[in-house]
């Protein structure tokens, strides 16, 4: 007999830490399961390996794009028939990746030793989601791992794109205000400075709007060693700030808070929302745990506080359209379509419907600040070009004469 600790879903919508002991990881599943709980997670306790683990603290660095990779290929040879080790085998001898082969080569233990599949990859909770063993547990037990392994990966692919188009969009912004703000700065702090001294040595009388700018741009020079240091200071603290939990809900609260930003956010959360909760009641998941894993790949501390509290709701017996707009934060579209859902029975294909209409938001949105910024950036430096060079060409007209 072995200790187990578990992390299970209880029928009030609470997550828990429980310890069993059971002669196997599976063992463990089925007793916890036979009492009403949903079970996420099976670990044997460390005191009972008779030893130290080994540390995986390297092979928490796996791409997004490598699990990806990873997901099908198991999804393509688990659908040709070839057994879990078998198929893991191959996985280890093709991939690239020497973090993803250790990491493969564990599994096939754990899986050879008599754990199913989504246990095994549990016990690497940092490189394997929740919501992806959970949805892969779900598959064993109705006999459906193919079919769960595809919801999976059509999910990630989405996911992954959303993702790479909002990088994208906002990359190439981020790059030209960063160029621009180094121009400006070159411009202020050495190409005048450099005039200055050149029409100090020729003893000209330099017009006022030119001494003006002369003396702001001294000034700037002065002030920018203290300037850096204090930004550099505060962004400091505010990431240490943010690292606290109440920083990290108020910093989320503000992003969303935001005049333009803030809806373009929104709809990126809620896009991931409403596809996360569809895969994972698609997969078998009952309500109660999808909600639990769901609010858990939100990715916004305001947003998973606020919406906690609908899973008790809906434990107790209300609608989850009642319960998600007892939060106050989500939106009346998203609250019509999952009462439509509730009603049609088709709760899964409205928020594939949700995510959908939010993912073309999402698009529109990150198009147009594409569009917009460029000239926005590049007046600005035309006005800050226009507003220096031509007090020079006035200071050069009595040195011509």
């Known amino acids: 007999m072995a200790r187990f600790s578990c992390k299970i879903g209880t029928p009030t919508g609470s997550m828990r830490a429980q310890e069993v002991e ?33 540390s995986r603290a390297g092979l928490n660095r796996i791409g997004s794009k490598a699990l990806l990779v990873f997901n099908q290929e198991l999804l393509a040879l688990i659908r040709a028939g070839l057994p879990i080790l078998t198929a893991l085998d191959l996985l280890g001898e093709r991939s690239q990746q020497p973090r993803l082969r250790t990491l493969l080569a564990d599994v096939r233990e754990a899986v050879k ?86 029409y100090g040595d020729l003893e000209a009388e330099l017009p006022v709007a030119t001494r003006l700018l002369v003396a702001l741009t001294g000034r700037l020079r002065e002030v920018l060693p203290l300037v850096g240091g204090g930004a550099a200071l505060l962004l400091m603290v505010a990431w240490r700030w943010r690292a606290t939990p109440a920083g990290h809900q108020a910093m989320d609260r503000w992003i969303l808070g935001l005049p333009w930003v803030g809806d373009l956010a929104r709809g990126y959360l809620f896009s991931r929302f409403a596809r996360t909760l569809a895969m994972t009641l698609g997969g078998g998941i009952p309500m109660i745990p999808s909600l639990q894993i769901t609010l858990g790949t939100v990715g916004n501390a305001y947003l998973t506080g606020a919406l906690r509290p609908a899973i008790p709701r809906v434990a107790a017996g209300s609608s989850l359209a009642d319960a998600l707009g007892s939060s106050g934060v989500v939106p009346p579209l998203v609250l019509e379509m999952v009462a439509v859902g509730e009603s049609s029975g088709s709760l899964g294909d409205m928020l594939g419907h949700v995510a ?9 949105r990150l198009t147009a600040l ?25 200071a050069l007209r009595p040195w011509r004469r």
């Not at 791992?145 to 992954?160: G, M, S």
């Not at 959908?356 to 529109?364: F, G, I, R």
């Open 22 to 54: 059971e002669a196997s990881s599976e063992a463990a599943r089925r007793s916890l399961e036979a009492q009403g709980y949903y079970v996420f997670d099976v670990q044997v306790r460390r005191e009972a390996l008779g030893g130290p683990r080994r």
């Open 370 to 394: 594409a569009a917009v910024i460029e000239p926005v950036i590049m007046i600005g430096m035309g006005l800050v070009v226009a507003t220096t060079m031509p007090r020079w060409t006035l």
């Open 113 to 198: 030793g008599g754990a199913a599949l989504s246990a095994a990859l549990a016990h690497h909770p940092h490189v394997f989601s929740l919501l992806y063993t959970a949805a892969l547990h779900a598959g064993e037990q109705s006999g459906t791992l193919v079919d769960a392994l595809t919801r999976y990966v059509e999910y990630q692919k989405r996911i992954l794109a959303l993702r790479q188009r909002f990088r994208a969009a906002l990359t190439y912004p981020a790059v030209l205000c960063l160029a621009s703000g180094a121009v400006i700065l070159f411009l202020l702090t050495f190409v005048v400075p450099t005039f200055t001294r050149i």
């Open 356 to 364: 959908d209409l939010y993912d073309a938001e999402v698009d529109t």
